[in-house]
């Protein structure tokens, strides 16, 4: 199965301008593959294919149209294209909303994937990575890299440079367990499980009032101005950083649930169609999409079974007397009248 490991890499400042200088080319890139698509949609309703630009390449960069080092990378570029592409027509097939793909800005375009590892990027027995165009950048290992690298990405972060690497690890199951256990997400609660217990929700969102005072010094700043940018990279580290929170907290309760239980069962939720109106700000802070993904991740590697629960009535019925009891999504708390069971 693939694993993804991420560690911090610290370039100089001489391999921070050719690092930014290749995300800016690869941007330029991305934009020229979307016009030409565009362009022919609109004008012949005709869908260019991936491989009708992929041979375009070589003639690109022989022109110096396009100047990015890795000619894997660029034909990377041009997945993501037709990936969107491919999005945009499936929403169309469906009869969804379907917004027209959009240009890049060069500043939000903030990683660059190399496909095949040792073409363009090796990790080096300094430990030092390999990347064409910048060189050889220190990267702080703080954990070994497992399994087989595949491919390497490179990402510019709230001002801080991270490397990827894609692995292909082998699955490694824990010993059998015989308990099961059934999972209820919530808000008040981020889960109760099935034996009573409880994962306490820890409102990331609490740092909101940092997030309010970080965007009010932005909107304060003078538009292109040093200030401006500075303010900008501060929020970016503020956001960063609950996301890492977030992370590091849906992971370790994941692996706790998949640690201890060999069968668990969990409501097969529409989380997208329930975050709106007031309930989108809280959903979105707990993560429940993040978490179930991490859940089903851990539970692969380690021979775990999880399955999805259809969640019609399941928080309405009783699990003490199958009584059905009505209450809102917000309503924190189960209270049977009928046999008096009371519940988190």
Known sequence: MRRTFRYRIYPNRVQTTALDAQLGEACRLYNAALQERR???????????????????????????VDLANFSACQDVLRRVDKTFKAFFGRV??????????FQSR????????????????????????????GEIKVKLHRPVDGEIKTVSVKREAGQWYA????????????????????????????????????????FARKAAAVRRAQRKVARRA???????????????????IAN??????????????????????????????????LARPINDAGWS?????????????????????????TQRCSGCQAVVPKMLSQGRHECPACGLRLS
């Not at 630009?53 to 149209?65: E, F, H, N, V, Y």
């Not at 894609?166 to 099935?194: M, R, Y």
């Not at 538009?223 to 950083?241: E, F, P």
């Open 39 to 65: 362009d022919a949609w609109k004008q012949a309703r005709h869908s260019v294919s991936y491989y009708e630009q992929a041979s375009q390449l070589k003639a690109i960069r022989a022109d110096g149209s």
């Open 93 to 102: 097939k469906a009869g969804r909303k379907a917004g027209f793909p959009r």
């Open 107 to 134: 500043r939000r375009y903030d990683s660059l994937t190399f496909p095949s590892y040792g073409d363009g990027c090796r990790l080096r027995a300094n430990g030092r990575l390999y990347l064409q165009g910048a």
């Open 164 to 203: 990827l690497f894609s692995c292909e690890v082998e699955v490694s199951p824990l010993p059998v367990s015989i308990e099961a256990v059934g999972i209820d997400l919530g808000l008040a609660t981020f889960a109760v499980l099935s034996d009573g217990s409880e994962i306490a929700n820890p409102r």
């Open 223 to 241: 538009r292109r101005s040093n200030g401006r940018r500075k303010a900008v990279v501060l929020l970016k580290r503020i956001h960063a950083h």
């Open 245 to 278: 929170r977030r992370s590091d907290f849906h992971h370790k309760a994941a692996r706790a649930l998949v640690n201890r239980f060999g069968f668990i069962a969990v409501e097969d939720l529409n989380v997208k169609g329930m975050a709106n109106g007031m």
């Open 290 to 314: 993040m978490f179930l993904q991490r859940l089903d991740d851990k539970a692969e590697s380690a021979g775990r079974q999880v399955v999805r629960v259809n969640p019609n009535g399941t």
